[in-house]
């Protein structure tokens, strides 16, 4: 993985008027982050949190009230910039009257991709996503799945050095919410680099080297995504069986508690005492059957530093 | 990197056929070849001698209006519906320019309008051969004219269209094509010694500002010539079609400065 930033997001903001009175809505109030080259990087946060008007900035759909976003070190309306990267829309549209092979040829002339390679590289993109079988139906014959699929496809026509998703796993059946989790683990092993959004945890944990987490506009955490999980670690769970009757008095100096199952003990610990008891267990001879570290969900961290922001902020 | 004709002519074949899906370009047109055809009947209600201007009234009239029509509808709903069917998403962070997505659109309904008038003065140009009307270079004249008109009231459509909803743009660029045609009546007005401007001397300043901003679209219509046999010469024709440039590269550049500044939310 290369230390190359590629996206750079700095003080950036977004207010809107809305209504008739133009009242102010804050929808991002200044987020600071950046992604490097070759990585996953997850982008947080709650609906409404501000997500897709992020994302739509870095896009140049939406341009900032202040701050700045920085792709491959150029403002992101330009065409060099744009060139190198693929978008995914928030539950996409695309012209439903057209075949995908259509639409992606379309995209591949925008592009500016010579004929011969545009063919090629659309067989290649439908196989890769799975939809060379319905290349002949009109994309209004196309189910939700196929059109969030489709979507990643017209994303990677001008096969771009960085993929920006934006929710790229809502409204997927659990096969196509794995499909789409090999693609973008695919594209990483491809050597590009992949800003997806999504408000389901699970899947954030899951594929992102790194993430930002933001609430109301507001960063929260910008990151390892180890790190904050790690953050989330609450206690330690041994479980070992044989333990000789002599050492209890000394495991409970250390353990928080400790409950017996038939000939097993379930030994539950901080982090910071957990080698102090797996020491005591080995030397006593006992057998010590597994130490787990357990955590909070992601989702419990979420929550937790959705409440208090100040605490956890990092960059 | 710059301007493109490529990336424009790709938005264009695409806004092509988006159009001829268009119930409204379909209806249209196939109204305006009927009513060209059922001029052939309508001359038959007429005496002899006038059959024929019967039948070039009419097919003249046809081919502009339902151009009129098709020029705002289409022009009005292309961007609304980009943006309506969340097509502009996927669209515009593509490696294109703003202005090029603009121009391409425009040249995109252009090329659906000269196939109209290709069409209906093709169906118009037999109808005369079967009423044994010769067929002479200022029908052609009359309906490069008609195109000329429609260039500048689609490039109205489409700046209204980038700003606006398609029941104002519609109603907008409405206004202007008949305000347009009415704009050497206008100028009548203002020099006349008698009149509305005379009785009402407030709104002189309208009139002028009518008469000296909004596009003389009455340059485009031939039809008295056409009927009264009058030679109109091509440097005629060109001077029209120079004066519709114009005009156009005004609208198109203004539509697409305020496209440029959109937040596509």
């Known amino acids: 993985m290369s230390d190359q930033t590629i996206l750079t997001v700095a003080g950036l903001k977004k207010t809107f008027k809305v209504g008739f009175q133009r009242k102010v809505v804050n929808a991002v ?11 996953i990087y997850g982008f947080l946060g709650p609906n409404g949190a501000g997500k897709t008007t992020t994302i739509k900035m870095v896009m140049d759909l939406i341009r900032p009230s202040a701050g700045s976003v920085k792709v491959f070190g150029d403002s992101p309306g330009t065409l060099a910039s744009r060139r190198r990267i693929g978008y995914l829309p928030e539950h996409p549209y695309f012209y439903d009257y057209l075949k995908p092979t259509e639409l992606l040829e379309f995209f591949g002339r925008l592009h500016g991709i010579k004929k011969i390679t545009r063919r090629k590289r659309i067989h290649e993109l439908l196989e890769q996503v799975g939809l060379t079988h319905a290349k002949d139906r009109t994309l209004r014959r196309y189910s939700k799945g196929m059109l969030q699929r489709f979507g990643l496809a017209q994303a990677l026509i001008g096969d771009p050095d960085l993929v920006i998703l934006d929710e790229p796993l809502s409204g997927l059946d ?3 919410r794995k499909e789409m989790k090999d693609i973008v683990s695919g594209l990483k ?3 590009k680099t992949v800003f997806f959004s999504s408000h389901i945890l699970a899947d954030i944990e899951l594929l992102c080297d790194k993430i930002a987490m933001i609430d109301e506009g507001r960063l929260l955490y910008a990151g390892p995504t180890r790190d904050f999980v790690v953050k989330g670690q609450l206690e330690v769970e041994i479980i070992a069986s044989n333990v000789p009757e002599g050492i209890f008095t000394a495991l409970e100096a250390h353990a928080d508690s400790i409950n017996s199952f038939g000939s097993r003990q379930k030994i539950l610990c901080n982090r910071d005492s957990a080698q102090q008891l797996v020491k005591l267990l080995v030397e006593s001879s006992a057998m010590v059957e597994s130490v787990v570290p357990r955590s909070e969900t992601l989702e419990e961290v979420f929550v937790r530093t959705a409440q208090h922001p100040q605490a956890e902020v990092s960059k | 990197m710059s301007f493109s004709i490529n990336r424009v002519m790709a938005i264009a074949t695409n806004t092509f056929k988006e159009s001829i899906r268009n119930r409204v370009f379909i209806g249209l047109m196939f109204g305006a070849l009927v009513m060209i055809f059922a001029s052939l009947i309508m001359s038959e209600m007429v005496v002899f001698d006038q059959r024929k201007r019967v ?6 009239f046809f081919i502009s209006f339902a151009g009129v029509l098709i020029a705002i509808t289409i022009g009005v709903l292309l961007v609304y519906n980009e943006l309506k069917r969340k097509t502009i998403y996927s669209l515009l962070p593509k490696p294109i320019h703003r202005y090029e997505f603009i121009v391409g659109r ?4 252009f090329i659906i309008l000269f196939v109209m008038a290709l069409i209906l003065s093709g169906a118009w140009f037999v109808v005369m051969l079967l009423r044994g009307v ?3 270079p200022i029908f052609i004249k009359a309906v490069i004219l008609i195109l000329g008109e429609l260039a500048i009231v689609s490039a109205v459509a489409i700046l209204f269209s980038s700003f606006s909803s398609p029941v104002l743009s519609g109603i907008f660029t409405f206004g202007i094509y008949v305000l347009g045609r009415q704009v050497q009546f206008i100028e009548e007005l203002l ?13 002189k300043p309208i009139g002028q500002a009518v008469a000296s901003v909004f596009p003389d679209l009455s340059l485009f219509d031939i039809t008295m010539e056409v009927l009264l046999e009058v030679h109109v010469g091509w440097g005629y024709v060109f001077g029209a079609l120079a004066y519709a440039l114009a005009y156009v590269v005004v609208f198109i550049i203004a539509a697409a400065v305020i496209f440029q500044r959109r937040d596509f939310v």
Not at chain 1, 29 to 39: K, P, R
């Open chain 1, 189 to 191: 092993a491809e050597g």
């Open chain 2, 106 to 109: 425009y040249v995109g309904i």
């Open chain 2, 55 to 60: 039948i070039q009234d009419f097919g003249l």
């Open chain 1, 29 to 39: 109030q200044g987020l600071d982050f950046s992604v490097n080259a070759g990585e």
């Open chain 2, 134 to 136: 010769p067929l002479q």
């Open chain 2, 191 to 203: 020099h006349a010694q008698k009149g509305l401007f005379v009785s009402l001397p407030s709104l």
């Open chain 1, 174 to 176: 659990p096969i196509g």
